[in-house]
């Protein structure tokens, strides 16, 4: 395994800078995000793909750093029922394809989208419940109307432009937010879609990791490093859905944290060690997103914790086997 981190915390120094920091880091991977929510501080498709030497010149910036790209991220909504905000989406990950197919990564992150809950609707809908009735023909109209046949002819798309990965993070408020909705959209669409194994999505939903990523196996394309801390007392009151402010941490049932700051060595070694199992040997990039620490804290605290429990160089063996 190479440990990674996803480059938009840093996303107020450029390419350069970033890479330099990374690498006295330790850090041996980068996913970049290429448009969408992760916005493109770091790679811009449209510039990328209209001059052959500003692509050569990022591919050789990551040569200079000896650092592997390990996905380019286009998180974002395009199955949203507003036209205009879903085809904005839609052409960001049209291009982060295209741009994926110029250098060579066969491997894009996103998130499934969410539609509303009709033709006419203007904002997306996340059903958490399957009555009154009501509910259950907004999952048909969502599934089976617009996420089943958008990814279809999306994953069409991709195969023709090499792409055989389309890793989506599995985030609540999303039609995919588990691996049970994961593995509907992947039997209804195609081995081409797979899992961005994120934990910190899962750890609040009350999901075990360890269970999750042994239900998935081969599923998983690529994982994000981010922890989540449960409020026992919140929780206690108010359960786990909560809409507060991610600023309100005092207030919230949950905040994500960098790892080490909501699970300890022994779960995260876990993790880690089932990856291994179910055949996934590949990036464990860093996702930044504790609002209690600085980036730099953040990211420096997360690599010394992923140092420890990323121990595995080559396969072993028993000495008697």
Same mark, same amino acid.
Request: with cysteine; glycine share 10%.
């Given at each position: 395994?190479?440990?990674?981190?996803?480059?938009?915390? +840093? /996303?107020?120094?450029?390419?350069?800078?970033?890479?330099?920091? +990374?690498?006295?880091?330790?850090?041996?991977?980068?996913?970049?995000?290429? @448009?969408?929510?992760? @916005?493109?501080?770091?790679?811009?498709?449209?510039?990328?793909?209209?001059?052959?030497?500003?692509?050569?010149?990022?591919?050789?910036?990551?040569?200079?750093?000896?650092? !592997?790209?390990?996905?380019?991220?286009?998180?974002?909504?395009?199955?949203?029922?507003?036209?205009?905000?879903?085809?904005?989406?839609?052409?960001?990950?049209?291009?982060?394809?295209? +741009?994926?197919?110029?250098?060579?990564?066969?491997?894009?992150?996103?998130?499934?989208?969410?539609?509303?809950?009709?033709?006419?609707?203007?904002?997306?809908?996340?059903?958490?419940?399957?009555?009154?009735?009501?509910?259950?023909? !907004?999952?048909?109209?969502?599934?089976?109307?617009?996420?089943?046949?958008?990814?279809?002819?999306?994953?069409?798309?991709?195969?023709?432009?090499?792409?055989?990965?389309?890793?989506?993070?599995?985030?609540? /408020?999303?039609?995919?937010?588990?691996?049970?909705?994961?593995?509907?959209?992947?039997?209804?669409?195609?081995?081409?879609?797979?899992?961005?194994?994120?934990?910190?999505?899962?750890?609040?939903?009350?999901?075990?990791? !360890?269970?999750?990523?042994?239900?998935?196996?081969?599923?998983?394309?690529?994982?994000?490093?981010?922890?989540?801390?449960?409020?026992?007392?919140? !929780?206690?009151?108010?359960?786990?859905?909560?809409?507060?402010? =991610?600023?309100?941490?005092?207030?919230?049932?949950?905040?994500?944290?960098?790892?080490? =700051?909501?699970?300890?060595?022994?779960?995260?070694?876990?993790?880690?060690?089932?990856?291994?199992?179910?055949?996934?040997?590949?990036?464990?990039?860093?996702?930044?997103?504790?609002?209690?620490?600085?980036?730099?804290? @953040?990211?420096?605290?997360?690599?010394?914790?992923?140092?420890?429990?990323?121990?595995?160089?080559?396969? @072993?063996?028993?000495?008697?086997?």
């Amino acid at each position: 395994m190479k440990l990674g981190v996803f480059t938009v915390v +840093l /996303g107020n120094q450029n390419l350069e800078e970033t890479l330099q920091y +990374l690498s006295k880091s330790g850090v041996q991977a980068v996913e970049i995000g290429t @448009g969408g929510y992760p @916005g493109t501080a770091h790679a811009s498709p449209d510039e990328l793909l209209a001059d052959e030497s500003k692509l050569e010149a990022f591919k050789d910036l990551l040569k200079k750093y000896n650092i !592997v790209l390990s996905a380019i991220s286009c998180h974002g909504n395009p199955v949203h029922p507003q036209k205009e905000i879903a085809e904005k989406f839609h052409e960001d990950f049209e291009k982060t394809i295209l +741009l994926a197919e110029k250098l060579g990564i066969g491997r894009i992150v996103t998130f499934s989208g969410c539609p509303g809950d009709s033709e006419g609707s203007k904002y997306p809908n996340w059903v958490t419940c399957p009555w009154p009735e009501d509910f259950l023909a !907004v999952l048909d109209y969502q599934w089976n109307d617009v996420l089943i046949p958008y990814w279809k002819k999306t994953v069409a798309f991709a195969k023709q432009h090499g792409i055989k990965q389309i890793a989506l993070e599995m985030h609540p /408020g999303f039609c995919v937010y588990n691996p049970e909705t994961l593995l509907r959209l992947r039997e209804a669409v195609g081995p081409e879609i797979g899992a961005n194994f994120d934990p910190s999505h899962l750890f609040w939903q009350g999901i075990n990791p !360890v269970a999750a990523i042994r239900n998935l196996g081969s599923a998983i394309f690529h994982f994000h490093a981010k922890d989540t801390k449960i409020d026992e007392i919140n !929780v206690g009151v108010n359960g786990v859905l909560d809409t507060k402010h =991610y600023g309100d941490e005092i207030s919230r049932s949950w905040v994500f944290r960098s790892v080490g =700051y909501g699970h300890g060595h022994q779960v995260w070694k876990d993790i880690i060690s089932n990856l291994r199992m179910v055949g996934y040997d590949d990036i464990i990039s860093i996702e930044h997103e504790d609002s209690l620490m600085s980036p730099n804290e @953040g990211l420096q605290k997360a690599i010394s914790f992923l140092k420890e429990v990323m121990v595995f160089e080559e396969t @072993g063996g028993m000495w008697w086997a």
